[in-house]
């Protein structure tokens, strides 16, 4: 069986993110027993200078997007595009824009594990932030994320205190946006190919399918 890797270019707080996350699993699934598809999720901030403490999430979605309606417009458009793929954004509930720095730490540390665990923090992270409304800045939160996900809490509360890893993320931030990545999702498959966008699901599926068979 041919085997397709995918660097997926994402930030936590990317509802296309996880969309297209979504999206993705669907065409892996449909291709399973014919493509093994190995995925690594990599960081991205789409703003770097949210403080630490976060920002209110539908003041700022509404000065970015010009207007509380257009928020709204979008986030009513992104809730019947989650439907369809099983997902149930909950915006009214995201209070707390946070700095994603730390939850891509988190991400790193799981995929020091493996890369299904990195697949389970990532998932949990997504529904923690947009179905669930918790603050995925605060570092409780993320050690009781890593927690159910089946990560070491207190190694993971221990880190978070500390700034391991925070150069690491950074440089790695640095190194997609030297790559021209400038909006997330942004799939790169086989290390040469690329997919932008939470594309739709048989677009994924076919072109996994041609770089298994090439």
Known sequence: MNTVTIDAVIDVVCPWCYLGKARLDRAISALEGDVEVVVQWRPFELDSTIPPEGVDNQAMLAEKLG???????MQADLTELGREEGITFNF???LIRPNTLDAHRLLLWAHTESIAMQNVVIDRLYKANFEEGRNIGDHAVLADIAAES???REMVSRLLAS?????????EIANAEKM???GVPFFILNQKYAL????PVDVM????QQ???A
């Open 163 to 171: 700034d391991a890893d925070v150069e690491t993320v950074r440089n």
């Open 150 to 152: 089946g990560m070491d």
């Open 211 to 213: 770089l298994a068979a």
């Open 92 to 94: 009214d509930r995201i």
């Open 196 to 199: 932008s966008g939470a594309q």
């Open 67 to 73: 207007s509380p309606i257009r928020r709204d417009e």
């Open 180 to 182: 021209g990545v400038t």
């Open 205 to 208: 599926q076919n072109a996994l």
